[in-house]
Structure formats: C-alpha cells, structure tokens
C-alpha cells in the first residue's frame, strides 16, 4: 500500500502540494502556540533594583489575610496604610533610617514615566552622578536617561524645576530626585523605610507588628514598583497565547481536516473506476490513509521546523509591542513539537479517513454517479456533527444569559465563543450553499448559468472553497465587533451616567493635590463632585473573597453630576453607614447588611442603601470617603449652576495647576475605543494570525480545486468557450463562492453579537450592536483577490498550448444551457 500511495501521489501532485502545504501551516501554527504559552510558565527570578545596597527594608503591609472555614483568604490591598510615626521612632533607635517616597512627575514634553523620588534614596540603587551636583532647594532636580541635560527647566505638575545634575540610568525606571524636604512634601506619607541596621535587630523590635514586613536579602525586590509585575506578565501571557493557541488550533485543525477531505472528495471518479475493477472497500480505505499517513507525517515534521523558526520571532514581536516584558524569550521547550507533531498526524489521518470510509462503502456504480454530479443529501455524520455543535453553542448562551450575562463580555468568552458556532456552519455548509446559491447567485448569460450550476451541483466542491472564507470573515467581525460593541456601550454608558458638563482629572494621572482640589471647589458657579477610585471585598458564601472596584463620593454632589442606573432604593440614603452596589452582588437586596473590607483592609459592615444594574462593570460600588480610607481624589465632576456661564466656569477650572479639563463630549470620547492597549493588540495578534493562515488556506484551495478541473476546462473549450471566456468563468465562480463564504460568515457575526448584546440589554447597558463593515470588506476583499489570483494562475497554466481541433459549437450563439460536467 505503501507503493502504491507513493505513486498515486506523484500522479496527483498539485493535491499532494496542496494538502502538505496546509498540514505543515498548521502544525507550525500550533507549534509556535505551544512554543510561547511554554514560555509564559517561568519568569526569571529577579534581584533588587532601587534598594540593591540597603541593607533592611522595612514596607508597609499591603496584604489582607480573611479567615474562612476553607482557610485563610488573602488579597493585595489598593490602600495599605503608612508606616505609623511610632514605629519610624522605634526604628531611628536602631539606626540611620531613610523614609522612601514614590510619586509621577510629568514634565512638560517630557517622557510620560517619570517617578519622583528623595535624593537621599539614590545610594541604594546605586546611582552615582555623572554630571552637575544632588539637589540643593525645592526646584532643584537630578535625572537619569539622557534626556535632559544640567541647566534645563522642566514645568511640572510639581511646579517649574531647574535640573542641576544627571545619573546614569539603570534600566528599571526613570527617576527625578528632589530635596528630601521637598519629597516629603509632595507625597508625605512614607509607606517604605531603609534601616541600616542589624536585620535580627530590626525583626526583634518589630515583632508581633503584623502591619509591616522586614525584607533582607532577595526578598528586598518586593519594595521596588510593581514587585508582582511578573507574575501578572505570566497571567496575562497565559490569557493571551492560551486564547490565541485555541483559536489556531480550532482553525488549523479545522481547515487541515476540511483540505484533506476535499483533496480525497476530489478522486471520487478515480475511488468508482477502481471499485468497478474489482478493488475492495478495505483496499481503497487502505491506500486513503496510507496517503494520509505519509503526507501527514512529512507535512508535521516540516512544520515543527518551520515553527521552530517562526517561534522566536513571535517572541520578539510581542516584546516589541508591549505585550511581553522585555525578559520573555520563547522556544526551547520539547512538549510543543510533541504536540504539534501527533495533532497534525491525526487531524490528517481524521480528514482523510471519514472521506476514505464513505469512498469504500460506495457501490462502483453509485460511485461514478457521485463523479459527475454531488448528491444532495449530506452525509449523516456531518448532520449530527453540525447539529451537535450548533446545539451546544445555542445551549451555552441561553444558559450564560439566564445564569451570568456578564460571563459573555469577558475576553476569553467572546474570543472562544464564535469558534463553536463557525464550526458549526462549515459542517453544515454543503446543505446551506444550495439554498443560498439559489436564492443569491444571479448572473446574466451563459456563463452566469454555468457559473450557477457548477455552485449547485458542485456543492460539496463550493462549500470546501468557501470555508477559509466563512472563517476567516467570521472570526474578524466575531472579534472586531465584540470590541466595537464593548465599546460603543462603554461611551454610550458612560454618556447616559455622566449629568456633568465637565469632568477634570489630574494632569499627571495620579491624584489631586490638596490645593489644587481646594482651588477646584472654591469656582464659583460650579457644583463640584471629587470622587476617588476605591475598592472593596466581601466574602460571598463564606469562603470566597470577591473585589469589587469602587468610587468615594459625597452622596449630594454625586447624585446632582451622575445619573446611575438605580433598579432598587435611592442614592440619596447614601452614607457613611451605607453602600451602594451593583447587582453583581451575591447579596443586592435593599436593607441587606454586608461585611465589606475597605481598601486600606479595615472590616465594616454597611447597609445596602440602593441598588444599580451591573451595566459593562466598569464600577461595582460606591461609598463614601469615610469608607475609602487612603483613597484620593482622581476625578472631579463639574456642573454648571444656573444661571452661571460655562466659558467662565472652564476658564477658571483650566487657571488651576495640575489639572487636565474634559467637556462632556470629549470625557465620553476617551471612553471609547477601551483604553486597554494589552487588550487590543492581543485581539489584533490573535486574529492575525488565524487570518494568515486561513488566507493562506483560500489561495491553496483555490489552487487545488482549480488544478483538478483540467478535464472540465478541456471539454469547455471543445464546446465552443474561448480562452478568455473560460478564464471569465473561473474568475465569476471563484468570486461567487468567496460571496457566498462571505455571506455565512456575516451571518455568524450577526448570530454572536447578538448574543452579546442580549447581555449587554440584561446587565441594563446600552446594546449597539457593531458590524465592523469596514474591516469585513477589506477581509473579503483580501479572500477574493488571494482566490481569483490563485484560481486564475491554475487555470491559464492548465490551458497553455491548448489549441482544440473539430469543429467548435458556439453554444453562446445557440443559447443552450450546460451543465458543469459533461
């Protein structure tokens, strides 16, 4: 069998060509996949930066422990409280102790991600001066980075500085340094201290303090920005290439199994010649898979070398796009092109198998009937297959939207949901082109009726061809809309919620100033409403310890500058004994007391005062400042009282220092598109890569389809079509069969924002439903040059030197309708 495979495959070499190519894609798509989720498993340890050289760090405690029947519960608080006095007094008896500030610095056409820090701090790094002298007075500074120079004069939210000396940059952050005086100013609370001091020493005056830690060692990492920084890199790395490695695998497994059927679904003439001379089911299920068999593994073990070079690349791409901490490497890991290897084998012996089976349960007569014409009914198996995954993608979103609407606007949900639905379609699409053909396929002429009835009988042929492009428009409108349509509710929410004319937030993106606030309050003609970020935690059926982002507000102000969506009780009655929720809660019931931890990791337990719809989740409670200890005030909502006037109103809103102001209109406009940059290139490489590959897969379908038509493309000629006129046909039936994958493919986009909508209506947000026209015309624009492209080459090369001799009848001239094959 072996031999014999070989030699039907040197026969059919454009087949061979095609179904390899396919295979070995895909398995280098899947090895890649599997190359950088392998990646995003270990980060490298890391030693400490800013306080390389200190000997003890002693840092605030920034962790909530809850007790639970289940054990203990923990979480990172967004609002740890300082180091007290008390304990930097008993720490300064031990020895030299430097408090540690933090805070933005925003120069004017500056780098956006500079932090502030006390000179004094700088020899623990250690950074040394390469140029000019340390800070003397409140304006003075010292840089790193090289993009200043001494003499320079900076306007920040800070206030105007002179730089008066340089440092050599370290690589971990952009620090200025100003007067220890000054940093303690403009961030008085010290939240981290050096001690130089004994650690034992330090660890025995300290003890029995549960609100602080004492780092040494390795362990003095933690005090430096965003010591969970990796960890999070890790989460978010595994989100992305675990979603992207299901949408490849979903695509590659499914165009390498549809490419093998089609290319064994193309020799049913040869599978009836055969079985008309005697050859047996077993024989010719034999040879199938013994194909599938070669070329699969030829194809897979070429495709772990194609993926074991595109893997790095990827790497480096996600890297340079911000995805990736500039640590992350990927390849060298074993277990993808295992993977990869045995997955690619199978999908090919899978593809080629189903095929194989229902070529040799064919009677030879029934087989050349199926030759010239497909026949109408599908087969069984792609029924309940088709059927199945249509069930189930109906049957989950019904349960989602009566269970948990919000499970459907979240990423992993939106991006794996129209995979179901899509395979779902392709199963079923030789039954759904016949109809679709019928009821949309209306060319003029005779060529336009070849063109229709080559679409209807070959249905089986039409909907192989038109399967890359059902997936590939799919996936862009399923995930380009699920964007646009999170967004647009997002602007829409937040334009129905805002009743304030102007909304000023902090120039550098931190907080307020205390006097810039003040100077915020004092407008006159304006009803101010300071609000702060917070969080909150509750413990739901005991064991589970669920945050909730919060907003501080003044329940007057807040209720005159937002229009909340309030489905039970009244904003009004919020106070400091109270809270606001969303009914995402567990417990949302009006008069309900629950346990809260604030976001500095105090319990209270506060009376639920009103209730609002979940909407898009952009807020999931409210309080008041008395319950967002640490919190500060990030946002200022304004409105204008009557009888006072906006122009003079914004002009003194914009005279305050540090303060950035935003109409109504352009506050809803920054809220849409989301400003999630992790989120939209991480869409943008997922559905990059599904579109490669399955634009690749038209053009290589287009080929195969085209190079197995000879036959026909001859018995067009003889018939009386010219050169051209066969081209023009080939051209009109690529282009009808990519309209009509286009088609079934708007119609699951349609068919899965829709769903998402029905969550948005439920959550109480607005629900525009966005088609991304724009984006689907230029896919199906790409689909349908890369097929006619391919369609055509195949199709002049198959006629070159083709000069038929007879006499020609001009079926143009007599009007006679033709049938496809003849």
């Known amino acids: 069998m072996l031999s014999t495979a070989l030699r039907t495959l040197c026969a059919r070499r454009a087949s061979f060509a095609g179904s390899f190519v396919a295979l070995a894609l895909g398995v280098a798509l899947l090895t890649v996949m599997g190359q950088a989720l392998a990646a995003s498993v270990h980060a490298p340890d890391r030693s400490p930066e800013r306080f390389a050289a200190a000997p003890v760090v002693v840092r605030a405690g920034d962790t909530l422990r809850v007790p639970t029947p289940a054990g203990p519960r923990t979480a990172r608080l967004p609002h740890a409280p300082p180091l007290r006095p008390a304990t930097l007094g008993v720490l300064a008896t031990l020895g030299r102790v430097t408090p540690d500030r933090s805070f933005p610095v925003r120069p004017a056409g500056g780098p956006d ?31 790193a980075g090289g993009w200043t120079r001494p003499g320079a004069r900076l306007r920040t939210a ?6 008066v000396g340089t440092v050599r940059a370290l690589g971990f952050e952009r620090p200025v340094f100003f007067t220890d005086a000054r940093a303690a100013v403009l961030a008085p609370e010290v939240r981290q201290a050096v001690v130089e001091a004994d650690a034992t020493a330090v660890r025995a005056a300290l003890r029995g303090d549960a609100r602080v830690r004492v780092l040494t060692g390795a362990q003095r990492r933690l005090a430096d920005a965003g010591p969970d920084r990796d960890a999070e890199a890790l989460t978010a790395l595994n989100a992305l290439f675990g979603t992207a490695g299901g949408v490849s695998a979903f695509v590659s497994v499914f165009v390498v199994s549809s490419t093998f059927a089609f290319a064994v679904a193309q020799r049913r003439r040869e599978f009836g010649l055969l079985r008309t001379a005697g050859a047996t089911p077993g024989q010719l299920r034999r040879s199938v898979l013994a194909e599938a068999l070669l070329v699969g593994a030829l194809a897979s073990a070429a495709g772990c070398v194609l993926g074991a070079y595109a893997a790095p690349h990827l790497g480096a791409l996600v890297v340079d796009g911000g995805l990736a901490p500039a640590w992350y490497r990927v390849g060298g890991a074993v277990w993808p092109y295992h993977l990869a290897f045995w997955t690619g084998l199978l999908v090919a012996l899978a593809g080629a198998g189903g095929a194989a089976w229902r070529a040799g349960r064919t009677p030879a007569v029934e087989a050349l009937r199926e030759a010239s014409v497909d026949p109408a009914r599908l087969p069984r198996a792609r029924w309940v297959c088709g059927t199945v995954l249509l069930l189930t993608a109906a049957t989950t979103l019904a349960y989602a939207l009566l269970t948990d609407p919000g499970e459907l606007l979240h990423r992993k949900t939106w991006v794996s949901r129209p995979l179901l639905l899509t395979g779902a379609v392709a199963v079923l699409s030789p039954a759904l082109v016949r109809p679709l053909a019928r009821l949309l396929v209306r060319l003029p002429g005779v060529l336009g009726s070849l063109v229709r ?30 964007t646009a349509t999170l967004g647009g509710a997002r602007a829409a929410e937040v334009d129905r919620q805002t009743a304030a004319d102007f909304v000023v937030t902090p120039a550098d993106g931190s907080a307020f100033a205390p006097a810039a606030l003040a100077r915020l309050r004092r407008v006159p003609g304006a009803e101010v409403s300071a609000t702060a970020t917070t969080a909150v935690r509750t413990l739901e059926d005991g064991v589970a310890l669920v945050g909730f982002p919060a907003r501080a507000a003044e329940p ?28 995402e809660w567990a417990r949302h019931r009006v008069g309900e007391r629950v346990r809260v931890w604030r976001g500095d990791g105090t319990p209270r337990t506060l009376r639920i005062a009103a209730v609002v719809a979940t909407g898009t989740g952009g807020d999931g409670a409210w309080v008041t400042p008395a319950n967002a200890p640490g919190a500060h005030v990030d946002r200022v909502d304004v409105r204008v009282r009557a009888g006072a006037s906006a122009v003079t109103v914004a002009r003194h809103l914009r005279s305050v220092e540090g303060a950035r102001l935003l109409t109504k209109a352009q506050w809803v406009r920054a809220s849409w598109p989301p400003p999630n940059r992790t989120t939209r290139l991480g869409v943008l490489l997922v559905l990059g890569i599904a579109l490669l590959y399955t634009g690749l897969s038209v053009a290589n379908s287009a080929l195969m389809a085209a190079s197995a038509r000879r036959t026909e493309l001859t018995t067009l000629r003889l018939t009386g079509l010219t050169r051209a006129q066969v081209l023009r046909l080939t051209a009109m039936e690529s282009l009808t ?77 007599a009007g006679i309708r033709m049938t496809p094959h003849l």
Not at 453 to 479: E, F
Request: charged fraction near 15%; charge should be positive.
């Open 158 to 163: 800070q206030g105007t500085v002179t730089v």
């Open 556 to 583: 007057g102000p807040l209720e005159r500058t937002v229009r909340l969506p309030v489905t039970a009780g009244h904003l009004a009655d919020l106070d400091d004994e109270s809270i606001v929720v969303t009914r």
């Open 113 to 143: 991600d500079l932090v502030g820090h006390p000179w004094s701090t700088a020899r623990f790094a250690p950074y040394a001066l390469t140029a000019g002298r340390a800070p003397a007075t409140p304006d003075e500074v010292v840089t």
């Open 453 to 482: 009835q080559n679409v209807l009988t070959g249905a089986r042929r039409t909907a192989s061809l038109a399967a890359p492009v059902l997936v590939t428009v799919a996936l862009a409108g399923s995930l380009l809309g699920a």
């Open 737 to 813: 069969v990519v309209a009509l994958g286009a088609v079934l493919g708007v119609l699951v986009t349609l068919a899965d924002l829709s769903g998402m909508t029905a969550a948005l209506h439920l959550l109480g947000a607005p629900a525009p439903l966005t088609v991304p026209w724009r984006p689907l015309a230029w896919t199906t624009t790409a689909c349908a040059v890369l097929s006619l492209t391919a369609s055509l080459a195949t199709t002049a090369w198959s006629l070159r030197g083709d000069k038929p001799t007879g006499r020609y009848i001009s079926l143009a001239r």
